[in-house]
Nanobody, 130 residues
Framework: QVQLVESGGGSVQAGGSLRLSCAAYRYTYVNLCMGWFRQAPGKEREGVATIYIDTSSTSYADSVKGRFTISQDNAKNTLYLQINSLKPEDTAVYYC???????????????????????WGQGTQVTVSS
């Protein structure tokens, strides 16, 4: 099955930047939807951004639009999340996820309470201090 390994988390001050990476293994490109999700202590998991690998189409949550950028490097089998202008409310465990689904469902996945993605990484902690 698909395996995902996140890295790049850490502790930073508000206004700083981080780039999270997600290495993917044992996957195929066709109909592959990948995304970043986050979960803060005591809160529900929320979608951050998704990307449809076949076309590089992207979608973002309103709370991160303009600050976060999701991208892919197929040659390196890696998904990235560039995070700029970090805010304390961005503090959470960030998870990389993958699923096989159509473009529309990939683009709207972050709007659902549960994205129901099939494959998940272990998560990487992002902590933002004020």
């Amino acid at each position: 099955q698909v395996q995902l390994v996140e890295s790049g988390g850490g502790s930073v001050q508000a206004g700083g930047s981080l780039r999270l990476s997600c290495a993917a293994y044992r996957y195929t490109y066709v109909n592959l939807c990948m995304g970043w999700f986050r979960q803060a202590p005591g809160k529900e998991r929320e979608g951050v951004a998704t990307i449809y690998i076949d076309t590089s189409s992207t979608s973002y949550a309103d709370s991160v639009k303009g600050r976060f950028t999701i991208s892919q490097d197929n040659a390196k089998n890696t998904l990235y999340l560039q995070i700029n202008s970090l805010k304390p409310e961005d503090t959470a465990v960030y998870y990389c996820a993958a699923d096989y689904r159509g473009l529309r469902n990939c683009m709207t996945a972050i709007q659902a309470p549960a994205a129901d993605f099939r494959y998940w990484g272990q998560g990487t902690q992002v902590t933002v201090s004020s």
